[in-house]
């Protein structure tokens, strides 16, 4: 019994100190998408140096080539945990160092997305399709923190969410580091799901070759058409 009771201890403590862990935390909405904006907030805490150094990415995975991703973002503002507003530097055009703060920091910005290529992100009343690196800033000091993400889908256009991010609860999920969330991209719309079980590996990898394949048929015919 007292072993027992003993691993149930560890079990609680674990959760806890699971919970208690610094992350990230982002939210994203959608009540302008008419207009093809994103309304997003990134909050850092247990921040420790005295510039907070956020940026854009300029690439994106599957696709090297250099994209100014930040060239969408507008209205860039962060504040403290009082609502302070923070001394903000931009020393290049895909960077912002914020200063002032007490190891809190709350970032609100803007997001254009009008370019549903893969490569950048698209917003407007029939979906929300998000590259995360052409989305979200992010932190080169924060990359093996956590991450955790609030979407608010817009309701009203029975809105659900597609992506591999680990579901946490409702509209949450979840990153274990930068490199996932990156890697994650999300599509909120009106979908419906469908699944199948396949036996045979060899059938799941020939499904995955056609799917990147009939991708690739339609990027080339997007580009004749607009030639």
Request: a neutral charge; charged letters at 20%.
């Amino acid at each position: 019994m007292k072993i027992f009771n003993y691993f149930i201890f560890l079990c609680l403590f674990a959760i806890g100190t699971l919970n208690s862990q610094s992350k990230i935390q982002y939210e994203i909405s959608f009540k302008n998408a008419v207009h093809h904006e994103a309304a997003i907030t990134v909050h850092f805490d247990d921040v420790k140096s005295d510039t907070l150094a956020v940026r854009m990415s300029r690439t994106s995975p599957g696709r090297y080539a250099i994209h100014e991703f930040a060239k969408n973002v507008y209205g860039f503002k962060a504040v403290d945990e009082n609502g302070k507003e923070l001394i903000v530097n931009r020393p290049n055009p895909y960077q912002w160092d914020i200063t002032g703060h007490n190891g809190t920091v709350k970032i609100y910005y803007t997001l254009f997305a009008n370019h549903g290529d893969g490569t950048y992100s698209q917003v407007d009343e029939t979906h929300a399709h998000l590259n995360i690196p052409a989305t979200f800033i992010f932190s080169p000091q924060h990359e093996n923190i956590p991450i955790h993400i609030k979407f608010h889908p817009r309701e009203d256009l029975n809105w659900k969410i597609a992506t591999q991010l680990k579901h946490l609860s409702a509209y949450e999920y979840y990153a274990p580091d930068l490199a996932y969330f990156m890697d994650s991209p999300v599509e909120i719309s009106d979908h419906k799901v469908k699944s199948f079980k396949m036996k045979s590996p060899m059938a799941r990898t020939m499904i995955l070759i056609l799917f990147y394949t009939r991708l690739l048929i339609m990027k080339d015919l997007m580009t004749i058409l607009k030639t």
